[in-house]
């Protein structure tokens, strides 16, 4: 597999325009009373929750965890680089060199020390590597493809930890980020996350209940990856649905900016608003989770997950500054 760069690695500034500043301190501009701009707010926040190379969320008792840290990384390699200064830069490499140390002998990662390899923790780990420049092991590769199942979708954990499909069936979440991870999806799997695009909806398998997250992992695929039908789909519930807190509405963003709906402005200028006077974004990550079977809850308390989600997201309008788009239906119907 080729070592496949996102859309928005390639806008992204070279390194000689990467700015310098004192070791604790992002580069970016300074509001009108020597106030730092919310990108740059946002990278002080993120970074001061930063431990041991890794981040992490609450109710883990070694406070690491390769998700979450993958998760991170993905985010941030989204952010123009010359946002980054070169100690965060340094912080960032070593975080890439943390995650490699701990990835275990079969091959992939688990969310946290002692945890089960899965799924989500090693492609989410993956794609972390790739979007700073680093190789992904085929091992770790290897095992998302176990994880496989036969109705197209991934379940978390390989399907030979179960004696049966019906014990860990796909879950969509799941699905969206490994076919990124693979950089391959089939009408099997597409079928699938057509028709499984919400994990917010009772009895769906997932680690995250959200109405947006899948929907803006599968428009992060490589271009030309996701089917019209599949676009559609999401294009319809971006639409209709109403948000809720910083995460839900970061996720949604990021739909809106890659389908090139106009309306992502006013929403992008409400997120802005709800930023804290630390940098942070409040956490409200609907949370799922069953220890039984691997999958382990998430309490975003700190709001690190919403914190690097927003950033993200109005990173993706910096990109973009003062583009018209013109429809909120940008896609023609089959």
């Known amino acids: 597999m080729t070592n496949q760069q996102s859309e928005l690695d390639q806008q992204a500034c070279g390194p000689e325009e990467r700015l310098e500043k004192a070791p604790e301190t992002v580069a970016g501009a300074l509001r009108p009373g020597g106030s730092l701009d919310p990108i740059s707010a946002g990278l002080n926040f993120l970074f001061s929750r930063r431990q041991?190379?890794?981040?992490?969320?609450?109710?883990?008792?070694?406070?690491?965890?390769?998700?979450?840290?993958?998760?991170?990384?993905?985010?941030?390699?989204?952010?123009?680089?010359?946002?980054?200064?070169?100690?965060?830069?340094?912080?960032?490499?070593?975080?890439?060199?943390?995650?490699?140390?701990?990835?275990?002998?079969?091959?992939?990662?688990?969310?946290?020390?002692?945890?089960?390899?899965?799924?989500?923790?090693?492609?989410?780990?993956?794609?972390?590597?790739?979007?700073?420049?680093?190789?992904?092991?085929?091992?770790?590769?290897?095992l998302i493809r176990s994880c496989r199942r036969s109705d197209g979708g991934f379940s978390i954990l390989p399907a030979a930890a179960h004696a049966n499909e019906a014990s860990r069936p796909s879950a969509p979440d799941v699905t969206a980020i490994a076919v990124r991870a693979l950089a391959s999806i089939d009408a099997a799997s597409s079928e699938f996350l057509a028709a499984h695009l919400r994990t917010d909806i009772p009895g769906t398998p997932c680690r995250l209940a959200s109405a947006f997250f899948v929907s803006s992992t599968l428009l992060d695929w490589e271009p030309g990856m996701a089917p019209w039908f599949v676009v559609n789909a999401v294009g319809d519930l971006t639409c209709q649905e109403a948000d809720e807190g910083a995460w839900e509405q970061a996720l949604r963003l990021r739909c809106m900016m890659r389908l090139g709906m106009q309306s992502a402005w006013a929403l992008a200028a409400g997120l802005r608003r709800l930023q804290q006077?630390?940098?942070?974004?409040?956490?409200?990550?609907?949370?799922?989770?069953?220890?039984?079977?691997?999958?382990?809850?998430?309490?975003?308390?700190?709001?690190?997950?919403?914190?690097?989600?927003?950033?993200?997201a109005l990173a993706m309008g910096d990109l973009q500054p003062g583009l018209y788009f013109g429809s909120d239906l940008p896609f023609r119907r089959l």
């Open 52 to 142: 041991r190379q890794s981040w992490a969320l609450s109710g883990l008792p070694d406070q690491e965890s390769a998700w979450v840290t993958g998760y991170v990384l993905t985010r941030l390699g989204e952010i123009p680089s010359h946002r980054i200064s070169y100690a965060l830069r340094q912080k960032i490499e070593k975080s890439l060199d943390w995650l490699l140390e701990i990835r275990t002998p079969n091959g992939g990662w688990g969310f946290s020390s002692g945890a089960p390899d899965d799924a989500d923790s090693t492609s989410w780990a993956v794609i972390a590597l790739r979007q700073h420049g680093r190789l992904a092991p085929e091992g770790a590769l290897e």
């Open 277 to 312: 006077p630390d940098g942070s974004w409040p956490g409200s990550v609907q949370t799922a989770g069953d220890s039984a079977q691997g999958v382990a809850p998430l309490v975003d308390d700190q709001g690190v997950l919403a914190t690097v989600t927003s950033l993200a």
